[in-house]
């Protein structure tokens, strides 16, 4: 790999740690072992959130985080990934992003491949976003004022979803997304291994969400970077966050660059010396906690434009 940084003492120290802990390549596993390693790797988070509830979004199970009890909140929808992940992996980053905000997050927990290979976790999503804009009122949130998110695979469908646009949206938050399937990058090459998620990994999980045979790699649907012009210009505002040593860092800055050029206003940031997962990590790395303070102060000033 050759990076403009070294890797960040702080996830130098937690890759060490994973590699003593000598847990079996993800790619080696059935999706239901992962998932308990996955939720077992989980620490319960200490941010305290005004009020937190889980919900019935017309059969998809969502968590509301509400910051204060204002009832003109605006929201984020978020999400995180096809095979692995769910409201309790994500339970962090969404109290501090509602706290941090000053808005509304709901967590998504749509059904994951290879069980529900595509298209349902994108289902799933779209009618949950659905959901939450015809429900606003009885939310406290402002129907004007939706963003999607998303972090890994949840920020592809955060992507896909934008291109969509089933209610009117302010804002997408893309936390180094999947945006190309096809898995062709510099990026790909450059970090195949050593770097937590590996190209081998990153093969597992577009197998498994494309295991039902009704998509491909290269459907904008799975892949937004494959997306016509004439529907990128369409989307909303974004903020678009990579690692430096991540298979997915190319893909991702491209997407950021083709918003910019199809006139969508997009901040592009690469966190040096961070590996894929780092947004989710804030309590063990620095750098998780100033993404999450950025993407945060992102979505509120994207609520607060007229």
């Known amino acids: ?94 109290r501090k992003l509602a706290n941090q905000m000053g808005h509304a997050v709901v967590s998504v927990d749509y059904r994951l491949a290879p069980e529900h290979p595509f298209p349902a976790p994108l289902t799933d999503s779209v009618n949950a976003l659905r959901w939450v804009h015809a429900n606003a009122a009885t939310l406290g949130i402002d129907p004007q004022r939706i963003a999607v998110g998303g972090d890994s695979a949840g920020g592809n469908l955060a992507a896909v979803v934008a291109q969509l646009q089933p209610v009117p949206l302010r804002h997408q938050m893309l936390i180094y997304p999947v945006t190309d399937a096809r898995r062709g990058s510099q990026s790909y090459r450059d970090n195949a291994n050593g770097y937590r998620l590996t190209a081998a990994a990153m093969k597992w999980f577009c197998d498994h969400y494309l295991s039902g045979e009704h998509g491909s790699e290269a459907d904008p649907r799975v892949s937004p970077l ?49 590996i894929h997962g780092f947004f989710s990590m804030s309590a063990l790395c620095d750098d998780g ?15 607060e434009r007229q």
């Open 226 to 274: 494959c997306a016509d012009d004439a529907i990128l210009s369409t989307t909303p505002p974004a903020l678009v966050i990579t690692a430096e040593y991540d298979p997915l860092r190319d893909e991702g800055e491209d997407y950021a660059r083709r918003l910019i050029d199809n006139g969508v206003p997009c901040t592009l940031t690469r966190y040096y010396g961070q």
């Open 289 to 303: 906690g100033q993404a999450i303070a950025q993407a945060a102060f992102a979505v509120k000033q994207a609520f």
């Open 1 to 94: 790999m050759i990076g403009a940084m070294p890797l960040h003492p702080q996830t130098a120290t937690i890759l060490a740690t994973l590699e003593q802990l000598g847990a079996p390549a993800i790619e080696s596993q059935e999706a239901s072992v992962a998932r308990a390693g996955f939720a077992a790797m989980a620490m319960p988070s200490n941010e305290i959130v005004h009020e937190v509830r889980d919900l019935d979004a017309d059969g998809v199970r969502v968590r509301l985080y509400r910051p204060n009890d204002r009832r003109d909140l605006g929201v984020l929808v978020y999400g995180g990934g096809w095979v692995v992940g769910d409201l309790e992996s994500h339970d962090d980053v969404c």
